[in-house]
């Protein structure tokens, strides 16, 4: 009588779970991540006046646009456009929602976030530079208005007070955000 369920423990073993093996099929490719690249516009110069150029950006955020913008004050392009944002390094651009006190003054605008955008340079922004951010920042819908501000190891540091694209229409073509 012991030797039955030790018989049949065996049996149980040697029988298996009732699966037949099977060959290995391929069917397609491995995964295989492919990103495309993400492509935007900035502003950059062409005699003293903005022009827009397809630039490509590392992301989708506000942030990735003003760095991608400034990286380009550094790298000259081909197109012969140039930026007047030489010498400011890129430190952070951070966006706020518009105060409910700014929205009833206009109840219109139908943007929702302030850009601050912060740099780290010792020289003044010129008029051209701040229409620059200024201008590249609003092509995006959810930006209302831009402030920028400056930190500076030797003089003090400046804020651009919250601007629109509009105070620029001297400088950026016709159809630019305002």
Do not use: W
Request: net charge positive.
């Amino acid at each position: 009588m012991r030797r039955a369920p030790l018989l049949l423990a065996c049996l149980a073993l040697l029988a298996g779970c009732g699966i037949s093996p099977t060959a290995v099929t391929s069917l397609g490719s491995p995964p295989v991540i492919s990103t495309k690249p993400i492509f935007s516009q900035v502003f950059l110069i062409k005699k003293g006046r903005l022009e827009l150029q397809r630039v490509r950006v590392g992301g989708r955020t506000s942030e990735d646009l003003m760095r991608t913008l400034m990286d380009l004050a550094n790298h000259p392009t081909e197109s012969g456009q140039d930026s007047d944002l030489y010498g400011m390094r890129y430190q952070d651009a951070e966006a706020e929602p518009v105060g409910s006190q700014e929205r009833r003054l206009d109840p219109a605008e139908n943007r929702s976030l302030v850009l601050y955008v912060t740099l780290q340079g010792e020289r003044e922004l010129s008029r051209v530079a701040l229409a620059q951010i200024v201008c590249t920042a609003r092509l995006r819908p959810d930006i209302s208005k831009v402030q920028v501000n400056v930190i500076r190891t030797v003089a003090p540091s400046t804020t651009s007070g919250r601007r629109t694209c509009r105070e620029f229409h001297d400088l950026a073509p016709p159809g630019a955000p305002s």
